[in-house]
């Protein structure tokens, strides 16, 4: 993973330069939170799949940097109005914008950020774009809603969370990597692969986000240890878990689960239960296996460094530990 964030380090650094420019406002503090959420890391997984898609589709202009830019502008949204929700106090291992700001400062800085989205767009002027990033955007929504919904219902399908994670968290990486294929004017089949391919990987990087909240180091993950039980979400290593455990260990996750506030043991109690079921190592199989569909759909592109370089990012998905 490593060579392909070299590879990429002109092409993201003009994304950065960019996705600063475009936070220009009259009004400092929203500079200053969208700054502040952009230097707290990670590895701007979804505009890397901007630029190598457009790579892998023949893309010679430089469109690409503002699209990976916009993509990059929607997740921070998403990110500022997700620790809100979740009532986050750490973000990728800094504290949470809601929690130096406010709830109120990250709600609006959000709602910035989504609207100034759609104003770039509008101004680049590609309606093919502009339709598959503002549906991502709408589905998106839907997936917060649905997660919501579904808060301490020990009760959620695999089938049903896997609608959640697939509206929440991969439609923007599938519109992402589909964004590239339009920048190269690829065929209908092959843009299709590359949302195809997007979606998939990012329902894996959603299912090792849910085992990682289990057992990964909180100082390497960015976030703390078990905060999804404690917010009640249902993912999947406690969904399967919860398909094979006793009724006498269901009624004990149900009455930890609905606590006001979960105790160290309460939380140790549950990942002893997920590993005596084996929840980590079926969601890592799952994760795996969308992975390998998810590079399958490559192969309608010739072999080359981009399409290696797409390989690499699945494979990364898969084997992070943060």
Not at 117 to 123: G, L, T
Not at 152 to 173: G, N
Not at 218 to 238: I, N, V
């Amino acid at each position: 993973m490593e060579k392909v964030v070299k590879m990429l380090e002109p092409q993201m650094h003009e994304v950065v330069r960019q996705f600063k420019h475009d936070l220009d406002s009259e009004v400092p503090l929203i500079r200053k939170v969208g700054e502040y959420v952009l230097s707290s890391g990670g590895k701007r997984m979804r505009p890397m799949l901007v630029i190598l898609t457009s790579m892998l589709s023949g893309y010679k202009g430089d469109k690409h940097i503002g699209v990976a830019s916009v993509v990059e502008f929607i997740h921070t949204a998403t990110l500022l109005h997700d620790d809100v929700v979740d009532a986050a106090v750490i973000r990728r291992g800094s504290e949470s914008a809601n929690r130096v700001w406010g709830n109120e400062a990250s709600v609006l800085v959000g709602d910035f950020l989504f609207a100034k989205s759609f104003s770039i767009m509008v101004r680049a002027g590609s309606l093919p774009i502009l339709q598959a990033l503002s549906d991502a955007t709408t589905k998106m929504a839907e997936g917060e809603v649905l997660q919501l919904i579904s808060t301490c219902d020990l009760d959620l399908s695999e089938e049903k969370y896997m609608r959640v994670v697939r509206e929440k968290t991969a439609v923007l990486i599938a519109a992402a990597c589909q964004c590239g294929g339009i920048l190269g004017e690829v065929t209908p089949e092959q843009e299709q692969a590359l949302h195809d391919f997007g979606l998939d990987l990012g329902i894996a990087f959603q299912f090792m986000d849910d085992a990682l909240d289990y057992v990964a180091d909180e100082a390497e993950f960015g976030k703390a240890c078990g905060h999804d039980l404690e917010e009640g979400k249902m993912t999947l290593p406690l969904i399967e878990t919860l398909r094979h455990c006793s009724s006498t260990e269901r009624d004990m996750v149900e009455e930890i689960i609905e606590a006001e506030e979960i105790s160290p043991d309460g939380l140790e109690r549950v990942r002893n239960l997920i590993n005596r079921y084996n929840g980590i190592e079926y969601t890592r199989i799952r994760a795996t296996a969308m992975v390998e569909r998810a590079k399958k759909y490559l192969q309608v592109f010739a072999p080359c460094e981009a399409r290696d370089a797409l390989e690499t990012v699945a494979d990364y998905v898969v084997s992070r530990a943060k």
